[in-house]
């Protein structure tokens, strides 16, 4: 600290740098916090979410105060600002017609719940998942399994208002984890079998805490969330390999930007993916104090902040 937050935007381009030719001032962009050299080994093989190439803005943050001194572009967008300076690889060109203020959940939340289904996991038609949060990258996974054909979503988390948008977004089961059985609990929902795939898309440590243990043989626990870096979990090799399950890491859903973003646009259109509904509230860039109580308060999926609008405005 100090550093400037906000790693999901939208909004159209004022600028742009040398030697970028595809984009022009005004167009409406996506822009996330996923960087690509194009040139590394994982960029080769299309594993854009590890790059390990070197950019200028990592080294030399684009920000400063009114002393100079440079402030961190946080998680590489800093996008609570009137604008953003960001490498050409995190911007992806928008169709005139999307909602920005809906566009820009695509920069992390929903990319990457629905990456984490789609990408990581492989969720098919007829598999029993389960999705651990519910907030808006566990709500971004949900609508994934529903649009794969799940055939079975059950959703978990301990916040009663969260339970119920599970439900309007696909969730065909809810559970409250303080209170049920949630082994006992899948097995009733799935008449029979654990989990084919367990999403954990918070970072509490008791939603990992046993949670390999709701998933089938030959099923895949999933990490999406972040817990504190010296939180572990104990799995006994042995057990693991017998059951045939696996334990994925999913960072940003596994997601290419130039891939994945033209089709989650293309299933919002088709009324398939609901931004609309994830949008819980707006509010100007001066009442972000205010957003940030309301996000606390965990009754909310998506605020956001309007840099260059007055509260409520759609942009």
């Known amino acids: 600290f100090p550093l400037v937050l906000g790693h999901e935007a939208a909004g159209r381009i004022a600028e742009t740098g040398s030697g970028v030719d595809d984009l022009a001032t005004g167009d409406p962009v996506l822009v996330s916090l996923i960087r690509t050299c194009g040139e590394c080994r994982a960029c080769r093989r299309g594993h854009d979410v590890v790059c ?49 203020v809906e566009a820009c959940l695509l920069g992390c939340g929903v990319l990457t719940g629905s990456g984490a289904v789609t990408n990581t996991a492989g969720v098919s038609e007829g598999d029993a998942v389960v999705v651990v949060g519910c907030g808006g990258v566990g709500i971004g996974a949900i609508q994934a399994a529903r649009i794969a054909g799940a055939a079975t979503i059950v959703a978990v988390d301990p916040i009663a208002g969260k339970r119920e948008a599970a439900k309007r977004f696909g969730a065909t089961h809810v559970l409250d984890p303080t209170v049920d059985d949630l082994a006992a609990a899948v097995t009733a929902a799935t008449g029979g079998p654990l989990a084919d795939h367990l999403f954990v898309t918070t970072g509490a440590h008791a939603a990992l805490a046993g949670a390999i243990d709701i998933v089938a043989p030959m099923g895949n626990l999933v990490i999406v969330g972040m817990p504190a870096d010296d939180f572990t979990i104990q799995v006994a090799p042995s057990w693991l390999a017998a059951a045939n399950k696996s334990i994925l890491g999913s960072k940003l859903g596994t997601s290419r930007l130039a891939v994945d973003v033209p089709a989650l646009i293309d299933h919002h259109r088709a009324g398939r993916l609901d931004l609309t509904g994830m949008v819980t509230s707006t509010h100007p860039l001066a009442d972000l104090a205010v957003a940030f109580d309301e996000v606390r308060s965990g009754e909310v999926l998506r605020t956001v902040i309007l840099p260059n609008s007055c509260a409520g405005a759609r942009a």
């Open 52 to 100: 390990s190439g070197e950019f200028a803005l990592s080294t030399c943050s684009p920000l400063s105060d009114a002393d100079g001194n440079r402030i961190p572009q946080g998680l590489n967008v800093a996008g609570f600002a009137t604008q953003v300076v960001v490498h050409r690889s995190q911007v992806t060109l928008l169709p005139d017609d999307v909602d920005l």
